[in-house]
């Protein structure tokens, strides 16, 4: 590609601010990638706290529900007496460009709105750990989807960065020197003309 250029001062000094910006550009990538890259460790952190207790609480739930059902027969009728919970709302904050989720959850205190005559404690207990689980739920879809989009934006960032350090800023370093060699030999062919044109100017007038 350099050897497409035309070697003149005009394309040397755009192609040197060219390289310039490449390179700022470069050192924002990858500020950008390590910024990300710490944030999206700290969330990893916190899914596998959440993941181990959630499958505990899950676990926990549908024993629970399996004890509720064989000592009432299948509660459904009970279930399907929960009113559907409409205090979740959803939120953003940027990190570096990424939008990153923030679930803003209005905890509803623990009321039980099946029939109390109809039900035991052991229906209650799992309507206690069902609630758990939709807590632990809710946090871990908000740290799991952050997660994701981190992922994406180091992975795309990766990329742009690769692209400038592995392709582009080599081309220009090239292109660059391409240059500059094609000028400073046509200073020297023109210093050696010149000097051509003297001497022979120097003998015809002695």
Known sequence: MAMKVVPTKGNLLANKKSLQLATVGYDLLDKKRNILIKEMMQLIDSVKVIRDQITTSYQDAYDALQDANISLGVIASLVN??????????????????????????????????????????????????????????????VENSVYRLADAIRRTQKRANALQNITIPRLKETNKFISESLEEKEREEFTRQKVIKERKNRLES
Do not use: H
């Open 81 to 142: 007496e929960a009113p559907v919970d409409t205090g979740i709302t959803i939120a953003y904050r940027s990190v570096m460009g990424v939008e990153i989720p923030k679930i803003n959850y209005a905890k509803a205190p623990l009321v039980c709105y099946y029939n109390m005559e109809r039900s035991n404690s052991r229906v209650d207990y799992a309507y206690q750990c069902f609630y758990r689980v939709k807590e632990l739920t809710i946090l871990l879809a908000e």
